[in-house]
Protein backbone atom coordinates (compact mmCIF):
# COMPACT_ATOMS: atom_id res chain seq x y z
CA UNK A 1 0.00 0.00 0.00
CA UNK A 2 1.51 3.48 -0.57
CA UNK A 3 1.40 6.17 1.76
CA UNK A 4 -0.33 10.10 1.11
CA UNK A 5 2.35 12.25 0.87
CA UNK A 6 1.76 15.59 1.34
CA UNK A 7 4.79 17.85 -0.03
CA UNK A 8 4.22 21.33 2.22
CA UNK A 9 6.29 24.06 1.40
CA UNK A 10 6.77 27.77 1.78
CA UNK A 11 5.09 27.97 -1.80
CA UNK A 12 2.15 26.17 -0.61
CA UNK A 13 1.43 26.69 2.85
CA UNK A 14 -1.26 29.46 2.57
CA UNK A 15 -2.97 27.01 0.46
CA UNK A 16 -3.08 24.41 2.73
CA UNK A 17 -3.59 26.70 5.88
CA UNK A 18 -6.57 27.24 3.92
CA UNK A 19 -7.38 23.91 2.91
CA UNK A 20 -7.20 22.74 6.52
CA UNK A 21 -9.45 25.50 8.18
CA UNK A 22 -7.30 27.57 9.58
CA UNK A 23 -7.87 30.36 7.15
CA UNK A 24 -10.96 30.86 5.32
CA UNK A 25 -10.32 29.30 1.37
CA UNK A 26 -10.15 31.09 -1.39
CA UNK A 27 -10.84 29.09 -4.21
CA UNK A 28 -12.78 25.57 -5.41
CA UNK A 29 -9.55 23.32 -4.62
CA UNK A 30 -9.27 24.73 -0.87
CA UNK A 31 -12.66 24.69 -0.53
CA UNK A 32 -13.18 20.75 -1.48
CA UNK A 33 -10.25 20.05 0.51
CA UNK A 34 -11.87 21.17 3.98
CA UNK A 35 -15.36 19.68 2.74
CA UNK A 36 -13.66 16.67 2.60
CA UNK A 37 -11.95 16.94 5.48
CA UNK A 38 -14.44 18.26 7.87
CA UNK A 39 -18.09 16.57 6.31
CA UNK A 40 -21.14 18.15 6.93
CA UNK A 41 -22.74 17.80 10.53
CA UNK A 42 -26.41 18.03 11.24
CA UNK A 43 -26.75 19.41 14.61
CA UNK A 44 -30.58 18.91 16.32
CA UNK A 45 -30.63 22.46 17.91
CA UNK A 46 -33.92 23.48 20.33
CA UNK A 47 -36.20 25.95 18.64
CA UNK A 48 -35.65 28.16 21.29
CA UNK A 49 -33.89 31.58 21.36
CA UNK A 50 -32.23 33.52 24.08
CA UNK A 51 -32.06 37.25 24.10
CA UNK A 52 -28.50 38.38 24.78
CA UNK A 53 -29.33 41.59 26.13
CA UNK A 54 -31.42 40.11 28.59
CA UNK A 55 -28.61 38.38 29.89
CA UNK A 56 -26.23 41.49 29.47
CA UNK A 57 -28.71 43.65 31.69
CA UNK A 58 -29.25 41.18 33.98
CA UNK A 59 -32.85 40.77 33.26
CA UNK A 60 -33.34 37.34 32.59
CA UNK A 61 -33.47 34.58 34.88
CA UNK A 62 -31.89 31.41 34.46
CA UNK A 63 -33.37 28.16 35.04
CA UNK A 64 -32.86 25.93 38.25
CA UNK A 65 -31.79 22.65 37.74
CA UNK A 66 -32.05 19.28 40.03
CA UNK A 67 -29.44 17.38 40.47
CA UNK A 68 -30.09 13.63 41.70
CA UNK A 69 -27.66 11.82 43.88
CA UNK A 70 -28.84 8.01 43.76
CA UNK A 71 -26.72 6.91 46.92
CA UNK A 72 -25.49 8.92 50.19
CA UNK A 73 -21.90 9.81 49.67
CA UNK A 74 -21.81 11.22 53.42
CA UNK A 75 -22.75 8.04 55.11
CA UNK A 76 -19.85 5.74 53.92
CA UNK A 77 -16.88 8.65 54.32
CA UNK A 78 -18.59 8.65 58.10
CA UNK A 79 -18.09 5.31 58.73
CA UNK A 80 -14.63 6.02 57.39
CA UNK A 81 -14.09 8.37 60.06
CA UNK A 82 -15.70 6.36 62.80
CA UNK A 83 -13.40 3.17 61.98
CA UNK A 84 -10.03 5.79 61.35
CA UNK A 85 -10.92 7.32 65.06
CA UNK A 86 -11.82 4.09 66.84
CA UNK A 87 -9.04 2.20 65.28
CA UNK A 88 -11.35 -0.85 65.00
CA UNK A 89 -11.43 -3.42 61.89
CA UNK A 90 -8.25 -1.74 60.89
CA UNK A 91 -5.06 -3.22 59.90
CA UNK A 92 -2.19 -2.69 61.84
CA UNK A 93 0.24 -1.21 59.18
CA UNK A 94 -3.01 1.43 58.29
CA UNK A 95 -3.13 2.09 61.89
CA UNK A 96 0.81 2.65 62.65
CA UNK A 97 0.30 5.07 59.52
CA UNK A 98 -2.51 6.85 61.24
CA UNK A 99 -0.28 7.24 64.29
CA UNK A 100 3.24 7.92 62.60
CA UNK A 101 0.48 11.08 60.47
CA UNK A 102 -0.61 12.29 64.03
CA UNK A 103 2.56 12.66 65.90
CA UNK A 104 4.45 14.09 62.30
CA UNK A 105 1.72 17.47 61.58
CA UNK A 106 1.87 18.54 65.78
CA UNK A 107 -0.88 16.15 67.09
CA UNK A 108 -0.73 14.58 70.98
CA UNK A 109 2.07 12.83 71.68
CA UNK A 110 -0.13 9.89 73.56
CA UNK A 111 -0.75 6.78 71.44
CA UNK A 112 -4.33 5.29 72.16
Not at 17 to 33: A, C, D, I, Q, V
Not at 53 to 65: D, V
Amino acid sequence: MGKNKFNITQDNIIEWLRSTGYLFPKNKRELSRFEKLYPKVNRETKNTSIDPFAIIEGSRKPKKIQIQFEKDDNKEYSDLRMAARKFENLPDHIREKIKQNHKNNGGDKSEN
